[in-house]
């Protein structure tokens, strides 16, 4: 299961009617394979099909601004650093519907090398998951991670136990020790099999 089957899936689960990219790059790896009736990319440097071409900083401002209806699924995929997934995190979550879903990619990289910053090319998840983490501080959202395709993070409004506190989810805290440590439970990961057995409830 590939992410955007994850996100087909909660598409038709939640009769989601709109759909916004970030780090759209080139719309054949993700963009194009979607199933919605209102699809919006966003990117900085696109190589193919992109609606907004800048950063998500820029066209959150925009959007902001524009007083525009929320989207019901936003996928986030840009810039893999930690600051910049953390306000993408929280943009989305102001701009989304209230039976909203946002989807994170990279969540789980497999090696410490792969999350390094910055981009070293090859097989290169950025430091995402330490975002993630970091909003599983919070306890007015609902998070778990599916175990594929790198980790696909999955964010709705809701309500979740922390798996910790705000001052030792600061991000000098988050090493690849801990991370390695704690991964089950600090990324609230399920499987494949599992997250299709909440998809059929």
């Not at 979607?34 to 800048?54: L, M, T, W, Y």
Request: glycine letters at 4%.
């Amino acid at each position: 299961m590939m992410r955007w089957d994850i996100i087909n899936t909660l598409i038709s689960k939640y009769y989601c009617q709109s759909y916004l990219e970030i780090g759209v790059q080139d719309s054949n790896c993700n963009f194009d394979k979607i199933n919605c009736e209102f699809k919006f990319a966003v990117d900085p440097s696109p190589r193919k099909h992109c609606d907004f071409i800048g950063t998500s900083d820029d066209f959150f401002d925009l959007f902001k601004e524009a007083k525009n209806d929320p989207y019901d699924l936003i996928f986030i995929d840009g810039l893999h650093h930690c600051d910049q997934v953390m306000r993408d995190i929280k943009n989305s979550l102001d701009h989304l519907s209230l039976d909203g879903t946002i989807v994170l990619h990279d969540c789980l990289p497999t090696t410490e090398h792969m999350q390094l910053i910055p981009d070293h090319g090859g097989e290169w998840t950025g430091d995402v998951w330490k975002a993630f983490a970091r909003w599983r501080s919070y306890s007015k959202v609902k998070m778990y991670t599916v175990d594929t395709d790198y980790g696909c993070g999955i964010i709705r409004n809701g309500y979740q136990t922390p798996f910790m506190s705000e001052l030792t989810s600061h991000e000098d805290n988050l090493t690849w020790e801990f991370f390695t440590q704690n991964k089950n439970e600090l990324m609230n990961i399920i499987s494949v099999e599992k997250f299709q057995e909440l998809m059929d409830k």
